[in-house]
C-alpha cells in the first residue's frame, strides 16, 4: 500500500470515518493530499478492496467508514510511532543560559550528591529541544528522581525533579523544577564535569541526549 493511501486513511479518521459514515468528496481530498480526485478515487477503491473501509455511492455523494480492520492498522501505526519517535532520546542545539543555573546547582549540590550520587559541575548545559516536540514526551516513560526543596537563608527551594541521561557517554541528569505544569523548550542537563569544556561544545552544537 502506498504511503500517501495511509495519509488518506488517517484523514477520513480526523473527519469522523470512525464508528460511522461521513461524506467526502475527491477534489477536497486530492487537494489536501496534493493529488488528483482520480488518484484519489483509486486509493479508495485500494483501501476498500484490502478490507480497510466500506464505501457506498449516494445521490449526495461518497459515504465512507472505515472498518474494525481499517481501526486496529490505524491503532498499530500510532503504537510503532509512539515507540519510535518516544523512545527517550532528545535532539537539540547548544545555547547559552542567563547565569541562574550555577547558583541553584550550588544551592542543591549537597542533595544533588545524596540522590544522584555525584557531585555536580555548578552551572548546567543549556539545549533547545528540537526533538520530540516537548521534554516531556522524550521523559513520560521514565520516573523523576524528587530532590527536595528546603529553605535557606529565609529562601524557599522548591523540589525537583532529575531524569538520568546520558551525553556521548557521560552522565548527568535534566532537572526540572517540581512544580512547571507547561513544558520548558530548554532542557537544562547537569553533570559532575562541564560538559562544554569537555565535550567541546559551543551555541548551536547539535547534540543527542539518551534518557536512561
Not at 532520546?89 to 542533595?111: D, K, M, N, T, W
Request: one cysteine or more.
Amino acid at each position: 500500500m502506498k504511503v500517501k493511501a495511509l495519509y488518506l486513511l488517517i484523514s477520513l479518521a480526523k473527519r469522523g470515518g470512525i464508528g460511522k459514515q461521513v461524506f467526502i468528496t475527491l477534489r477536497e481530498l486530492g487537494n489536501e493530499l496534493g493529488v488528483s480526485p482520480q488518484t484519489v478515487l483509486r486509493w479508495l477503491e485500494e483501501l476498500a478492496d484490502r478490507g480497510y473501509i466500506l464505501k457506498q455511492e449516494s445521490r449526495k455523494g461518497t459515504l465512507i467508514e472505515i472498518t474494525d480492520k481499517g481501526i486496529k492498522l490505524l491503532e498499530s501505526l500510532y503504537e510503532e510511532l509512539s515507540s519510535a519517535l518516544y523512545s527517550g532520546v532528545i535532539v537539540g542545539e547548544v545555547v547559552s543560559g542567563i547565569g541562574e543555573g550555577a547558583y541553584y546547582v550550588q544551592q542543591y549540590a549537597p542533595l544533588i550528591k545524596e540522590y544522584l550520587g555525584f557531585d555536580p559541575y555548578p552551572g548546567t548545559l543549556n539545549v533547545k529541544v528540537i526533538f520530540p516536540k516537548t521534554i516531556f514526551d522524550a521523559l513520560c516513560n521514565s520516573r523523576p528522581i524528587i530532590i527536595p526543596g528546603f529553605v535557606k537563608d529565609g529562601r524557599t527551594f522548591g523540589d525537583v525533579r532529575a531524569y538520568r541521561v546520558k551525553i556521548d557517554g557521560i552522565e548527568g541528569a535534566i532537572v526540572i523544577p517540581s512544580r512547571t505544569i507547561h513544558p520548558p523548550k530548554i532542557a537544562e542537563v547537569i553533570a559532575p564535569v562541564n560538559l562544554r569544556m569537555v565535550l567541546n561544545l559551543k551555541d548551536g552544537d547539535r547534540v543527542r541526549i539518551e534518557v536512561i
